[in-house]
C-alpha cells in the first residue's frame, strides 16, 4: 500500500458561511438568567451577551485565518481520514521532531504561542541547539481534520495515525511526542506502543494509561502535594458535567450547538473559565479573540459532535489497549509539567508507577491549558526534558 502524501492547505471559511454566522449571532435569543454572577448555574448571561456583543462588531475571522496560514498547513488522508496538521522545521544545528497533540475543548491553535520558540529557539532568546521539527496535527474528528465519518476513534487510533503520520508521511525515524488534556493521553499512548521510535513523552496534563483516577487517596500525596486532593477535587467538580453527556449521549447534545453558535461559544467558554488558572476572570488568560477563534475552528469545520464523541469512543473500548504487559507502561523517558489548577493531580509516587518519570516539574502557576495559559513556562520545560534525549 503506497505511502499517504501530504499536500499544502491553506485554511479558508467561504465568503458565505461567515455571513451566514454574522446572520444567526444577529437573531441569537438571549435565555433569561438571574442570580448567577459567580456563574454557579453555568455560563453568566451578561458575559455571553458581551461576548456575543463583540463577535458581531469587532471580531475578525480572517486576521486569525491569516495567522494560521503564516505557518505550514498540510492535509493528508491516512486508513481513509482526513488529518491536517502545521509543520514548521527547526533552525538549529539538530532539530529533534516533535509532535504536539491537543485535548478538547482545545484546538490546535492552541499551541500558536510555543510552536516559534520550539522551532526557532534562537530566534526567542533560546540555545538554537534546542530546536525542533514541531508538527501539531489536529485531532480526528477536530477543526480542519474533518469530516470524520467513522466511529471507534479514541486514542489508540489516534496514536496509530500519529506514527504513521510522523514515521511514514514524514519520514521521521525517531520523535518526541508532549500533549495536554487528551494529547497527554495520546503522546503516553505513542510512548507504550512505539518506544522504538518515541524518545520521549512531555506531558502537561498526568495521562496515565490504565490508572484509575478515581481510586487516588489522601494517603498516595506526599507532604508538598497535601493540598492536591482538595484543588482536584474543586475543578473536577466542574469536569463532569460534559463527561457524562460527551460519554453517553454525545449526538443528542451535538444537535443543539451545531445549530446555534451562542450555545457552542457558551459550552465551551464556561469550561475555559472553570478549568484555566484564571480565578473566575476568564479574559485574564483567554482573550476573546483567543475565545471566540477557538469557537470559530468548531463552528466553521462543524466538528463539535466529532469531537465530543471523542468521549464516547474513549470510554467504550478506546481508552488503553496495550501491546505488553511490562511495568510501567510507558518505558519511555517521561517528563511532567505540573500545572497548580489543573483538573488533575496525580501524586509522583503514583506517576512513577505508570511511567518513567525523568523529569516533573511543579509550575507556580497555570492550568488545564498550558499552551495558551503559560507558553513561556511549558517551552522551557520541554527544551529542558528533551535536551538529554537528544542523541538517543
Known sequence: MPTPRAEPFEIHVPDDALDDLRDRLLRWRATPDFDNDDWRYGTNGDYLSELVGYWIDEYDWRTHEAAMNAFSNYRVEIDGMPIHFLHEAGRGPTPLPLVLSHGWPWTFWDFEQVIGPLADPGAHGGDPADAFDVIVPSLPGFGFSSPLNRSGVGITTTAVLWDELMRGVLGYEHYGAQGGDWGAIVSATLGHRFADAVVGVHES??????????????????????DWPARMAAKMATATSHMAVHSMDPQTLAYALDDSPVGLAAWIVERRRAWGDCGGDVESRFSKDHLLTTVSVYWHTRTIGTSMRYYFENAHGEQFAPVHDRQPAVEVPSGFAVFPEDVLLVPRKVAERHANVQRWTVMEAGGHFAPAEEPECLVEDVRAFFRTLRST
Open 205 to 226: 496534563l498526568p495521562g496515565f494509561l490504565g490508572l484509575d483516577y478515581a481510586s487516588l487517596a489522601p494517603e498516595d500525596y506526599g507532604p508538598d502535594e497535601a
